[in-house]
């Protein structure tokens, strides 16, 4: 199997392009195919040598990953459905513009991106365990899904903007477009400005993702590796160009993983997956915790929150008669306080197959 070309950083390019004989520049016009262009095949790359785009297909893959499905209109949550090369389904979920998400004053687009397969951990409320896990995602399924996601918006604006047809008719050769059937979608998505506006090109609308909550499906940290390169690739300027504090990763109580992220040098955010505040409750819901129980977790918790010195945020689904008594509410604040810990109360969605219940208001 061939190493993916979107899982490479710059300086392995740079390395590869060294030992090719070839320019450091084309390295960097690489990138902008990559990132700015979201190419999804080889052959759009019109400024790279003919014997350059070979050698890169001998060496790499490029694989796209393939819109099955999207749900939800304009301005609001908007679900994709991907199909993974092996066949595998994940999906990613868009957020639309939130004022005080995770912290931020504001934030633009955010996306709710998915790191596994399924799920190992079992949490008895959540569909994302239901069949177990699979398998980890790769750093290009992962950096892939923020690509497809500007891709799809790219391709979405090109059928409504006529210039832009005729640029698709000179640059685009015919039947290369990535994912025709999102262009059928009677919905569209409104885009917004861009903190660092991308040159208007071909594919290269400004970005629409301008922050990421890991908590798709899968839990992030039991793909720690793969998913901090997908990071760096996402955070990087010739890359995704998401800053680090715009990034969220959501952990179901890794504890070793968050000391492990504490000293990793860039700055995301950490929100836990906390859903109950004694062990007898979180017990009840999350096996997780009675291999890493609440006291293993805080302290992993406060040395990220004294190493990084950034707020924490605690995710609480609401589950009817399980976690909502009010037995949890001393044990809850008593933990945010010492861990300066903002509290995210979400109301459970009910699941098809699962006995739990939203609680009344
Ligand atoms: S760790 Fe996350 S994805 Fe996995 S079962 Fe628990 S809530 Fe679901």
Redesign the pocket.
């Known amino acids: 199997m061939l190493t993916d070309i979107r899982s490479q950083l710059n300086e392995e390019l740079e390395a590869q392009f060294r030992a090719w004989g070839q320019p450091a520049y084309r390295v960097a016009q690489l990138l902008e195919w990559l990132y700015v262009h979201r190419a999804a095949n080889w052959d759009t790359m019109t400024n790279l040598p003919r014997a350059l785009q070979d050698e890169l297909r001998k060496h790499y893959s490029l694989t796209a990953l393939e819109l099955i499905r999207k749900q939800g209109a304009r301005d609001t949550t908007q679900k994709f459905l991907w199909r993974l090369t092996d066949q595998a389904l994940i999906e990613s979920v868009l957020i639309p513009a939130n004022p005080a998400l995770y912290g931020e004053s504001s934030d633009r687009r955010t996306l709710c991106v998915s790191t596994q397969v399924g799920?190992a951990?079992?949490?008895k409320f959540?569909a994302?365990?239901l069949e177990g896990w699979k398998r980890n995602l790769r750093v290009e399924e992962i950096v892939g899904q923020v690509l497809a996601v500007e891709r799809w918006n790219a391709e979405e604006s090109k059928v409504q903007s006529p210039e832009s047809k005729v640029q698709n008719q000179e640059v685009e050769p015919s039947g290369q477009h990535p994912e025709p059937s999102v262009l059928h979608h009677a919905s569209r998505i409104t885009h917004l400005a861009s903190p660092n506006p991308q040159p208007s090109t071909l594919n290269s609308q400004p970005r629409l993702v301008s922050n990421l909550v890991i908590m798709g499906?899968?839990?992030p940290l039991a793909n720690y590796e793969n998913l901090l390169k997908a990071l760096r690739i996402l955070n990087a300027p010739w890359g995704g160009g998401i800053g680090a504090r715009k990034i969220t990763i959501s952990t179901?109580g890794l504890a070793p993983q968050i000391r492990k992220l504490a000293a990793e040098p860039m700055q995301f955010r950490l929100a836990i997956?906390l859903h109950g505040a004694t062990d007898a409750t979180r017990n009840k819901i999350?096996p997780?915790n009675r291999k890493y129980p609440l006291s293993e977790l805080a302290a992993a918790c406060e040395y990220y929150q004294q190493k990084r010195g950034r707020m924490i945020t605690f995710e609480y689904v609401l589950i009817a008669g399980v976690n909502d008594g009010l037995d949890q509410v001393q044990p809850l604040a008593a933990l945010a306080r010492r861990l300066k810990a903002k509290v995210n109360l979400i109301p459970y969605n009910k699941v098809d197959g699962l006995p739990w219940e939203r609680p009344s208001e």
């Open positions: 799920c951990y079992g949490c959540c994302s365990g499906m899968g839990e179901s997956s999350m997780v």
